[in-house]
């Protein structure tokens, strides 16, 4: 009987090809997009989740509180807090700092910077990696020697097989050997843990001891069971003996008030964490809301797609009225045709189906370049994932096939026979169905609309500044005399237009006016240049100048925010303390521009041109003309002047 | 074979009410073949379906085979007309999905006949209709003539006591209406009781009595022999 019903169901596919194309590949469409969003949302909840300490393993963080209520909220640490707090909170029984930094490496005919972690010995003992050459636990012992993935084995050695070889990379200011100890498999994409070369942090000179500086990751491993509470308020107590001497003097030297609360956050918490992000070369967060969103959008999508087979199968089911009365006539019941026609349902669902897994498959990279990730279509093969999409699969089945098979299951034999049928004005749930799809379908087109306009804010809303053709190269050990050469060098190419050395993003520092008033603005320290580099407008007064050979040392630009955060009436001319130290007037109030997150509202900012601050990059605007030549020039430029550098274009 | 007492059909529309059938007695025997005549909407083919369980009385009593029947549900009329009864059309109401073979097989099918037996009693009965050359034809691949002898290979396939036919030469040239009649005498010989409804006095004389209905009941009825 089944054979039977699958072939009927079979040739009706055949026989309506209009039908069947419409109805398949609105599923299969329905289904691919269900696909793609729960591999999406997989990948964002099974992140980290492989990890066999994944319970034990706490970050280190910092809640930084103001006297005025103000708290900023750090994932990092300083190197000096994982050690002190492990030698006296019993409950921690392992500790790793994982710090990034980038390094040049000279290869045979190079040299190429390459991304690295600086990580206690013990990492492989509260990561999991496997080791596909080399000995897990000796691997970062000595000093001297270095762990890479498959990957970077390959490509700096040609082989996988690479434990013995040594690389020379530029560390502490010298190039010097490390030997290879061990060879790990590539991480996984859903790692919060990238790193491709792990280098023992003893091996580092860095003694920072400081308190009160953020910049690296700090793990923690406590049994399951242990108060985290109770740990926690140890921290604040050791804090507050160890740290006693640097709180007294930040707060004599720049008046730090600040209130200090370290806490343990969860690992698994890291990756969708929006107070404490992954910050400092791990993976980057997503957004746990937007994941949900998603998955209630592929629900309603698959909806849709049902709604529509339904509506398709009423549709046909007059044509299929007959063939209702004959085999009812011939000895069928409704039970049988309830079969027959849900079998056909199901088997236009399968097609739906190996449709929607083809399109998934082939929309996939596409898919990964849009949502930024490295998707595998091999995800969708995991036990769990395959029940939830068998599951997917009779429930379409069952809701898209059960009502029309007891619609038409239920048509009287006498009426089907001498064609008396007729669903016109009756069927109230069919046109229920297609009011109901024809709002789902408006729904969706006008939250496209909001959604395209939502991202096209991102591309189109004026920032303040022109982001178009602006490069930033970060080097070290700038002077003001290698910036003139750079800047020489540069502008032999016609295509660079503007050259100006600034501080990598996003320094703060405290700032207090003539008022009192304490501000932590953010900083730029740049030189004259920087107004016509990123095209930025002048509210009032003038930006820094060469004709003012005093600027570097007197003068201070500040922007609208930072003229209205501070309640200054007449900004020119005022005076304001940086870092409790250096009196600078403020000469300049730029128009404000967005230099944090288009989420936020613009900050305020203080710009300076004192070398004595440091620069550490150079922001390059470029006529749009002969893109590639123009990068390649200012490559060779910054490679002659800084022949060791730890740069990043 | 069955019997009617004041039987009573009424069809209830949103506008209107019809008396298809008002008050019908009727009685046929085992092995007789009954003709049924009768201006259009008096009733025939109401009568028919009711006879063969695809539709229930509004009021009366009706007697199927030692069953009383007209009060039954869907489902139960479902069970006792299966195998008992076989239906055959004025416009024959073949499955164009399925070929002549398939047709033929269904009612085996939902009877659960096991496959080998199926496959005999189908080709014989092809056979008989002389429709085994295009046993894996569509039935639109076929002639209106073959297409009726098709309906009855598939109505006699499951060897039923009672066939309804409702015009079943309707459609067709009257070289082949009287082949169709031929066949259905040859299944009275054998024993099948047959009931038709026809509009021809020519496929009437192949039966063994003549009822005519007017308004819904009847007016006479004929015996020849
Ligand atoms: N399903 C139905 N609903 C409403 N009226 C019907 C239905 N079936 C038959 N009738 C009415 O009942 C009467 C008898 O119909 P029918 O038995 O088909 O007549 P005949 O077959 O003699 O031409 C007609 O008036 C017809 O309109
Ligand atoms: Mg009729």
Not at chain 1, 155 to 168: E, Q
Not at chain 1, 234 to 263: G, H, P, S, V
Not at chain 2, 96 to 103: A, G, H, I, K, Q
Not at chain 2, 127 to 154: C, D, K, T, Y
Request: include cysteine; proline fraction near 4%.
């Amino acid at each position: 009987m089944i054979s039977n019903y699958i072939k009927i169901a079979w040739r009706n596919i055949i026989i309506n090809p209009l039908y069947s194309v419409s109805n398949i590949s609105g599923l299969a469409l329905g289904l691919a997009i269900c696909m793609l969003i729960t591999l999406f949302v997989k990948d964002e909840l099974s992140f980290d989740q492989f990890f066999t300490k994944k319970r034990e393993i706490y970050r280190l963080v910092v809640e930084e509180r103001s006297p005025e209520g103000e708290v900023r909220k750090f994932g990092q640490t300083g190197l000096i807090h994982g050690p002190s707090f492990q030698l006296q909170a019993s409950a921690i029984t392992n500790m790793v700092r994982y710090q990034q930094q980038h390094y040049a490496i000279k290869t045979d005919d190079d040299i190429v910077v390459q991304s690295a972690f600086l990580v206690d010995s013990t990492y492989f003992n509260m990561f999991d990696a496997t080791f596909v050459d080399g000995n897990k636990y000796k691997a970062l012992y000595d000093p001297q020697s270095i762990v890479i993935t498959k990957k970077l084995a390959e490509k700096y050695f040609n082989t996988i097989s690479a434990v013995g070889k040594s690389l020379n990379i530029n560390f502490d200011e010298e190039f010097q050997n490390f030997t290879v100890s061990g060879v790990i498999e590539n991480p996984p994409v859903n790692s919060s843990m990238q790193a491709e070369m792990l280098i023992p942090i003893h091996k580092s000179k860095n003694r920072d001891n400081q308190w009160i500086n953020f910049y690296i990751n700090t793990f923690f491993e406590i049994p399951e069971g242990t108060d985290i509470a109770n740990v926690e308020k140890q921290f604040a107590l050791i804090f507050a003996t160890d740290a006693k001497d640097q709180i007294a003097d930040a707060a004599k030297e720049w008046n730090y008030k600040d209130q200090l609360t370290f806490k343990l956050q969860p690992f698994l918490d890291i990756h969708l964490s929006k107070d404490f992000k992954a910050v400092n070369g791990m993976k980057e967060s997503g957004n746990i809301l937007f994941s949900y969103f998603l998955s209630g959008i592929a629900l309603f999508i698959l909806l849709i797609a049902c709604i529509n087979f339904i509506n398709l199968a009423i549709a046909r089911s007059v044509e299929r009225s007959k063939e209702v009365g004959v085999r009812k006539a011939i000895g069928s019941t409704r039970k049988q045709l309830i079969c027959q026609f849900l079998s056909e349902s199901f088997l236009l669902n399968g097609f739906a189906f190996i449709l929607g897994i083809i399109l998934t498959y082939t929309a996939l990279p596409v898919f990964n370049q849009l949502s930024d990730k490295q998707l595998d279509f091999s995800y969708l093969f995991d036990a769990k994932l395959l029940t939830i999409f068998i599951a997917i699969f009779l429930l379409t089945g069952l809701l898209a096939g059960f009502y029309p098979a007891l619609l038409l299951s239920g048509f009287n034999p006498v009426e089907t026979l001498y064609g008396r049928i007729n669903l016109g004005g009756k069927n109230l749930l069919q046109k229920s169905l297609i009011v109901f799809q024809f709002s789902l379908a408006s729904f969706f087109i006008i939250f496209a609309i909001v959604q395209y306009r939502q991202a096209n804010l991102f591309v189109t809303k004026d920032l303040g500044y022109d982001d178009q053709n602006l490069i930033e190269i970060e080097a070290d050990g700038m002077t003001l005399s290698k910036i003139g050469v750079v800047e020489n060098e540069l502008k032999k190419d016609p295509s660079v237009l503007n050259v100006s050395p600034i501080n990598p993003c996003c320094w703060m520092t405290g700032v207090s006016t003539k008022d009192g008033k304490e501000m932590a603005p953010y900083m730029k320290v740049t030189n004259y240049n920087l107004i016509n580099t990123m095209g930025l407008t002048m509210k009032e007064g003038r930006f820094f100048s060469p004709d003012f050979p005093g600027d570097s040392t007197q003068s201070a630009i500040v922007n609208e925010s930072f003229v209205k955060a501070g309640n200054m009436k007449d900004p020119i001319g005022q005076t304001i303390k940086v870092m409790n130290r250096d009196n600078y007037q403020i000469v300049g109030v730029v128009r404000d521009y967005h230099h944090t997150s288009l989420y936020q509202t613009v900050q305020p900012q203080v710009f300076i041109s004192n070398p004595q601050q440091g620069w550490g990059a150079f922001l390059i605007r470029i006529s749009d003309k002969n893109i590639p030549k123009t990068l390649d020039h200012i490559k060779d430029v910054i490679k002659s002047q800084f022949p060791y550098p730890s740069l990043q274009i | 074979m069955l019997q009617t007492q004041n039987l009573q059909k009424i069809f209830t529309t949103e506008e209107v009410e019809t008396t298809a059938l008002n008050g019908i007695n009727l009685e046929i025997i085992d092995g007789e073949f009954v003709a049924i005549m009768g201006p259009s909407g008096c009733g025939k083919s109401t009568l028919l379906n009711i006879l063969g369980l695809l539709d229930s009385p509004t009021e009366g009593s009706y007697n199927f085979h030692g069953t009383e029947v007209a009060k039954l549900s869907e489902r139960q009329r479902a069970r006792h007309r299966k195998g008992k009864i076989g239906f055959v059309f004025q416009s024959f109401n073949l499955i164009d999905e399925l070929t002549v073979f398939e047709n033929v097989e269904l009612p085996l099918l939902y009877l659960k006949t096991p496959s080998m037996e199926r496959k005999i009693r189908v080709e014989s009965a092809l056979e008989r209709m002389n429709m085994m050359h295009r046993r894996n034809h569509f039935p639109q691949q076929l002639s209106g003539g073959q297409q009726q002898r098709v309906a009855i290979a598939r109505a006699v396939v499951a060897k039923p006591k009672l066939i309804l036919a409702d015009e079943p030469t309707g459609n067709l040239d009257s070289a082949n209406g009287k082949d169709v009649m031929k066949l259905l005498q040859e299944l009275n010989n054998e024993g099948t009781t047959i009931a038709m409804v026809t509009h021809s006095p020519y496929d009437a004389g192949f039966s063994h009595r003549i009822i005519y209905l007017f308004d819904g009941k009847i007016v006479t009825e004929n015996f020849h022999v």
